[in-house]
């Protein structure tokens, strides 16, 4: 779980307390930036160095097809819900946010593993700019982070209010400040080139993916300027991407427990979630499933990380085949089920 303002400004800076956790003063700014070249290809370490921990690390995180036997073993005889997150999971990572495209392909098995499994797509973007994307309306779509859940809206099997698919949203009353801060920060960071705000309803993304790495203490101190006459919301860090939410205690890991409970599996036994991220916001996600003891989390990363998932995938092409695999395993066990 992510830290509160309070506790952070109580403890020293390292980097573990960057992650995820809230920006605050010059020197922490300094710190960040410092993090984020760190964890920079360009700025990795020696050749050697690199295979070592890349060997250690996937000792520890092996990957996801690799494995993939182990994993149908382990969740066998029970329910399989797949929490998958879009940017760098279901689409590659670019440079411009609004061409995050997903292939046709994924697209497709997308659908088809929303057929064999209850599905939703868990992502710091708005809901609706996630829709747009996936344009799937059989799934489970949790944006800005879980602050805007909404069920499937055809064959829900989720609760309802006024016959209406599941719909919560624990931050509405953030709407109106919400949009004077993005307005604030589109005006304090046009000075930034390549800055880019932006709008996810429930929460604002900084990105600075196209920004001369100089820059980027300097707009980290412009993105803390604006915030610091809005104490209700809080700063965090993503994947080249500043991140503006309110202070409420929501997390993806949240809204994972709040879509396992829409569908009926709150206290079950039998049940067996599987959630695949790429960035420091799904480790609340896969937190919550190693404190559960149930499913696993899956990390799609080249890079070794610090990380409370189980398996690791590269790259979107990967989390591609080890889904179409779930499928063809679920029909096949289906085809074999209707023989007997």
């Excluded at 719909?167 to 960071?189: C, G, H, N, R």
């Excluded at 932006?198 to 929460?203: A, G, L, R």
């Excluded at 690791?312 to 989390?319: A, H, K, N, R, W």
């Amino acid at each position: 779980m992510i830290t509160d303002a309070k506790s952070v400004l109580n403890m020293s800076i390292t980097v573990t307390l960057l992650q995820n956790r809230e920006i605050s003063a010059g020197a922490r700014v300094n710190a960040w930036v410092d993090s984020v070249r760190a964890s920079s290809p360009t700025h990795t370490k020696s050749t050697s160095s690199v295979t070592d921990d890349q060997v250690t690390w996937n000792l520890h995180h092996p990957s996801a097809l690799e494995m993939f036997e182990q994993i149908i073993d382990a969740s066998k005889g029970k329910q399989i819900v797949m929490f998958l997150d879009y940017d760098g999971t279901l689409s590659p990572i670019v440079e411009d946010p609004d061409r995050a495209f997903m292939s046709k392909k994924m697209r497709k098995t997308v659908r088809k593993l929303a057929k064999c499994f209850p599905t939703a797509i868990v992502s710091g973007r708005c809901r609706d700019k996630v829709y747009k994307f996936v344009k799937l309306a059989e799934l489970y779509y949790a944006g800005s982070y879980g602050l805007d859940i909404k069920g499937p809206e055809k064959r829900s099997k989720s609760k309802s209010v006024n016959g209406e698919s599941v719909l919560f949203q624990p931050a509405s009353e953030f709407l109106p400040m919400i949009d004077e801060v993005y307005k604030q920060l589109v005006d304090t960071t046009k000075s930034t080139p390549g800055a880019k705000v932006e709008n996810n309803k429930f929460c604002l993304s900084v990105h600075f993916r196209c920004v001369d790495e100089k820059k980027w203490s300097e707009l980290a101190q412009q993105v803390r300027s604006v915030l610091k006459e809005y104490p209700k919301l809080r700063l965090t860090q993503g994947r080249k991407v500043l991140e503006i939410r309110p202070t409420i205690k929501w997390d993806k890991g949240k809204a994972l427990e709040f879509l396992l409970e829409s569908l009926g599996f709150a206290n079950c036994t039998d049940v067996f979630p599987v959630y695949i991220g790429d960035d420091r916001t799904d480790e609340d996600a896969f937190k919550i499933l190693r404190d559960r003891g149930q499913g696993f989390g899956i990390l799609v990363s080249k890079f070794p990380k610090e990380t409370s998932a189980s398996y690791s995938l590269q790259e979107p092409d990967e989390v591609m085949d080890f889904l179409r695999r779930l499928v063809e395993w679920k029909q096949l066990s289906l085809q074999a089920q209707s023989r007997m």
